[in-house]
């Protein structure tokens, strides 16, 4: 498994209007590997995360996942084949506890609907007991079982962000996409979920992230994309990228973090 | 159909289409501003008519003071609107604040018919009764005076937008809230402006429609969907284009009519404008959802 | 899960208020106020499905009459001018309504906010206005009389005392459904979709489809209410679905509490018990109480009378229990 591409996008462009946010971008991101895309502010690198998800429709281009074409793939279904996100703002469900927030990840694990629900049947309450069991083993995963029954948003943002990150584990993908998991978050919380994002690694789950903070990326990444107004200038190893003079000459134009 | 029935309908289609401009042009201007549609936009229009009967005949006023008292009362009752149930509401969800516009609504609709009349009432025309003749057809002299004031009122809307000082502000707050609050711009005093501007013309709309066709205290209703569907034909985008959605709707609505295909006798009317109005959410849905998530 | 977090506390305030219920018809209890209980038992069946509508999807229906006047028309018009059996006419009816609703709702859902509001207005004028043009069907404006009473067997609910039981059996069976579903994996997804849709969307929930879906819930309670009042009064008219009629059942789930299921009862009753008893005596005042009403709610407990005075009664207790006093 390890050494195949899990995904991989030929030619990707979105352009709202006259502006082009992704420009012809090729990537191809290995199986079982942390994979970081960074770039300075507006270089496309979420917009390129909403087309991998599907959020909308490419303008030209194909975005391949283990060798299926993915453009006509609605956004929901693609949870199902194994891809999931999480998001810059969080956008956890702020009208649950913090467990059920992870139950809710086991959507596309579970199946009954509205009938078994209704009138309680056995299938509905075997289902609801796997749902619960396998929420609790990934809220463990992230440090958060003891905050099981607590309101969502009563955690502080850095448990807000691994509650996320549980919640997408729970969908048990095979590549997750973390967008800027480190914003926001003090020196211990980063430490913490570079060792998560270790963690996901080990389990044999393939990960992309966009991030702003070098360090982290530096410390994490075994393969760095670098975007620039939309289009892809620079890739390789982390200490390859950082001495790349295109890469320097466009953080060059940007505010030091 | 002979060209005079069919300038008949025309102009007849023209008439009611310049009403749901009006109507259209109120929900489009708050619409940009604030992001909120107003259900009780059809209520100023109602509340222009109702007031102006009621000054002219039971406070006896000549007609042009109480067409503009009426139109005054309408703004201000726009402001407070905006003022005790709008603002309150801070950060409230879009659902909390549909219900909040429909509470107004329902409750200005209960005031007036409660303390005006529950009769229809026909305020007098403005310039007689005697029908002109035109290429053929007969028109109202009110008729004109209905078509000629929605002209008036977009151009001067229009200098206003473009070409004041507070007209631009709003005009920018539209566009961008967060950078025009930057520049100085109070988004709640454009607001505020907003609902006043919306249901002053919305109050003006029924000044001149009720002499024409008498309205009741329940008018709001059916005059509110209609002028959002002009709205929504325009996209809620400039005001130009909802008196093009107006027109648009109030023409297809008499010519549907005049056609008489199948079921559609005047009873159905009414609903030509519903259907056009799931027609158009329809159609602009997919666009719609496309552009929400982009945004 | 959660039933189980609940002290056995909670049992004696429910039993009682179940034989209170129970008690109602007869003549040495509170027999003059069936017929109100049973208006109120039918119309918290249409505001649950409204309430989980906009609660927990954050949709506005203003047009849910058009779903309780297809119940009471299909059924109407299959038992009596078809002579359909009247159990039968109202699943027909059920059905019916409910894949209409699932149809429109998924070409609607692309829709957010502001759109779906007035398209559900539009959609109940439409329907209103065909109540009443469609009258070799209908029977006009003036609506039709004569409808057969609902029974098994021999036995008719014919009189008040029966049919309170029938109306409130099925408000009952509702209400338990709707907690079932709450509680449980479409629950979770609807509040998802209610708290992200975005987020939602990204762990595998079709958001579409799941909001048609729960419009096509309350389209079918809506439309089960409506065939109980149909074989309740035996005459059916076009009065009872008109904007206003949407208009009292979004102030009934304001009231009863917009993602509360047992909050329904509370907002039923108290805008039947106001209108019925109290606006009434009044005149007219009726339509402007439940515009205060919306606009006053709406701003200061957007969740809910009913989901506010609970959460008072909480922070009551829970002050009691502070100070050593057993719940």
Known sequence: MSGSVILETKGLTKAFGGLVAVDKVDLSIKAGKITAIIGPNGAGKTTLFNLIAGVFPVSGGEVYFQGKLLNKVPAHKRASLGIVRT?????????????????????????YGFFEAALRLPKARREEEAISLNAIKYLNLVGLGTHAEHDALSLPLGQQKLLAVARAMATEPRLILLDEPGAGLNTSEKRQLSDLIRNIREMGISVVLVEHDMPLVMGLAEWVIVLDSGQKIAEGTAAQVQKDQKVIAAYLGEEVE | MSSAQFVQYLISGITSGSVYALVGLGFTIIYAVTKIINFAQGEFVMLGGLLSFTLIHSAGLPLVPALIISVLIAAAIGAIMYLLAIRPAKNASVVSLIIITIGVAIFTRGIVGQMLTKDFVRPPSFSGEESISFLGAYIDPQAVWVIG??????????????YTMVGKALKACAINPVASSMVGVNPKIMALIAFVLAAAIGGIGGV?????????YNAGVMLGLKGFVAAAIGGFGSPVAAVFGGLLLGVVESFAVAANWGPFTSAYKDAIALVVLLLILLIRSGKLAEEERTG | MLARLKSKWIYLPIAALLAFLILIPFEWFFAQYTTLMIFIGIYTIVTVGLCLLMGYTGQVSLGQAAFFGMGAYVSAILSKTYGLNPWLAMFVAAIMTGAFAYIIGYLIFRLKG???AMATLGLGLIMWILFRQLSQFTGGPDGMSGIPYLSIGGFVFDTSFRRYFLVWAFCLAVLLISQNIVRARTGRALRAIHGSEAAAES???NVGRFKAKILALSAVYASLAGSL?????????????DFLASVKLVVMAVIGGLASVWGAIFGAGTTRILSDEVLLRFGEWDVIVYGLILVLVMIFMPEGLFVKLKEVFQRLRFRYRQRGVAP
């Open chain 3, 203 to 205: 762990i595998g929930i």
């Open chain 1, 87 to 111: 998001f810059q703002h969080v956008y956890l469900f702020g009208n649950m506890t913090v467990l059920e927030n992870v139950m809710s990840g086991r959507h596309p694990r579970s199946s």
């Open chain 2, 149 to 162: 004031t929605m002209v008036v009122v977009t151009i001067i809307l229009h200098l206003f937008l473009n």
């Open chain 2, 208 to 216: 001149v429609l009720a002499p024409l066709t008498p309205i009741s």
């Open chain 3, 114 to 116: 502001n759109y779906l």
């Open chain 3, 229 to 241: 009042l149909v074989y309740n009064m035996t005459i059916v008219n076009p009065q009872a679905f």
